[in-house]
């Protein structure tokens, strides 16, 4: 059973940092494509950044040149370096993984909160 654990969310004022890790259990972890989402209330989940076995990135152009999303294989965990935040980026951040070879991502964290205060 595949389990992703996140933490790291919090409250922060804007200009600040927070790092978000997810720990992923259960597979194998080198084929996975991963990413993080985001959801505020009354809003449409937002897929934020991606990352692939081969360490190809993709992020929303709203995070570009303040987010970064990374892994470290050796512990199969995944982070999200947030920096320059701002009161727009406040949602519940989830990670999540699939097989590369599905469509859709299968598999999800529980959620870590991040505020961002002006």
């Known amino acids: 059973q595949v389990q992703l654990v996140e933490s790291g969310g919090g409250s922060v004022q804007a200009g600040g940092s927070l790092r978000l890790s997810c720990v992923i259990s259960?597979?194998?972890?080198?084929?996975?494509?991963m990413g993080w989402f985001r959801q505020a209330p009354g809003k449409e989940r937002q897929g934020v950044a991606h990352v692939d076995p081969g360490d190809r990135l993709s992020y929303v152009d709203s995070v570009k040149g303040r987010f970064t999303i990374s892994k470290d294989n050796a512990k199969n965990t995944l982070y999200l370096q947030m920096n320059s935040l701002k009161p727009d980026d406040s949602a519940m951040y989830y990670c999540?993984?699939?097989?590369?070879?599905?469509?859709?991502?299968?598999?999800w964290g529980q959620g870590t909160q991040v505020t961002v205060s002006s």
């Open positions: 259960g597979y194998i972890y080198s084929r996975l494509c």
């Open positions: 999540a993984a699939r097989d590369c070879t599905s469509g859709q991502y299968d598999y």
